[in-house]
């Protein structure tokens, strides 16, 4: 299934202002790990309140023990920094990587903004070698921005 096709799926899982925010999350997780076959972990990680540092939202996938990650930390302590997309071909080769799970091979990380404001992240894990594109950037930032406007 083409990433282009699961656009609308995204938009109508994050409209269903019935269910929780949390549980709207859940179910786009579920959308990508289910669709994308080089998806094997799908996770928001939000800014702890005044804290530097990033806490587990929902997610899918093995379970971690990287519930707070300290800004800086890892890939997405970078990204916390950076704010910017951050896609590693080959997660062994990154002096700063926080290891998941020994089968992940590479990881893509994009910033979540409200308001100009880093919020947040989409965090994906893969155990394929090198498999994102532009393509995977590009989507991920409209899965962001689609969430971004549940949270304004």
Known sequence: MSLAS????????LTQTEKTL?????AVCELL????????????????????????GPYVGA??????????????GQVAVSNENFVVPDVAAQDNYIACSITVKAEIVVPLF???????????DSNTPD???????RFLEFVCAEVAKQLE
Do not use: M
Request: with cysteine.
């Open 63 to 76: 379970p971690t023990d990287h519930t707070i990650i300290p800004f800086g930390k890892g890939i997405c």
């Open 6 to 13: 699961l656009k609308p799926q995204v938009e109508t899982i």
């Open 33 to 56: 790990d289910q669709n994308v076959s080089y998806y094997n972990w799908v996770g928001f990680y939000f800014k702890n309140g005044d804290k530097n540092e990033l806490k587990l």
């Open 131 to 137: 498999p994102f594109t532009a393509e995977d950037e």
């Open 22 to 26: 949390d549980e709207r999350l859940f």
């Open 114 to 124: 409200v308001n100009g404001e880093n919020v947040g992240q989409i965090d994906i």
